[in-house]
T-cell receptor
């Protein structure tokens, strides 16, 4: 299957700082990328859908000024958590897909963010 | 609200038995359905997908789809302890959005 690479896999940052997470599709062009957050023992919560070259679509309740998403190319999307707080500590996962009816979502390895 | 529902479990089965995981969905417009396996602290990995009514088999796994009942299931034959994980059911709605269930935790007892 296709490969989606997410970096970093683990990051610890101080409260009030910003953290950038990268998601790259290595062997296909991803017109759409999804960003999820997952708290312990809970399912994936879609945060936003990013389309190459246009603004991301955020899910209800997700602050777009806090979670900045950039999808500048067909192979790279970034999520920046601005002014991080301890409650932002979570597992962030990106996925990418190509257009099509029965296309699977390919997941990155996930980023464990801990804000101290 | 479009939903995908799963029993959270845990579902415990002895090694070698058949594990049956179930999922229902509310959006009749859903086109495809995916089963992902997620180990603790890891990202989901695709097991298989199904989009036509009936059964689809891949090795020890069989996915079943019944669109009239809005029901999807995953059977795991000859369950192994390494199959112990959380299984996520997801639907693809046709608007480039996947909707995930909360997952069912499976425990295969050695």
């Amino acid at each position: 299957g296709a490969v989606v690479s997410q970096h970093p896999s683990r990051v610890i940052c101080k409260s009030g700082t910003s953290v950038k997470i990268e998601c790259r599709s290595l062997d296909f062009q991803a017109t759409t990328m999804f960003w999820y957050r997952q708290f312990p023992k809970q399912s994936l919560m879609l945060m936003a859908t990013s389309n190459e070259g246009s603004k991301a679509t955020y899910e209800q309740g997700v602050e777009k000024d806090k979670f900045l998403i950039n999808h500048a190319s067909l192979t790279l999307s970034t999520l920046t958590v601005t002014s991080a707080h301890p409650e932002d500590s979570s597992f962030y996962i990106c996925s990418a897909s190509s257009p099509g009816a029965n296309t699977e979502a390919f997941f990155g390895q996930g980023t464990r963010l801990t804000v101290v | 609200q479009k939903e995908v529902e799963q029993n959270s479990g845990p579902l415990s089965v002895p090694e070698g038995a058949i594990a049956s995981l179930n999922c229902t969905y509310s959006d009749r417009g859903s086109q495809s359905f995916f089963w992902y396996r997620q180990y603790s602290g890891k990202s989901p990995e695709l097991i298989m997908f199904i989009y036509s009514n009936g059964d689809k088999e891949d090795g020890r796994f069989t996915a079943q789809l019944n669109k009239a009942s809005q029901y999807v299931s995953l059977l795991i034959r000859d369950s192994q302890p390494s199959d112990s994980a959380t299984y996520l059911c997801a639907s693809w709605t046709g608007t480039y959005k996947y909707i995930f269930g909360t997952g069912t935790r499976l425990k295969v007892l050695a």
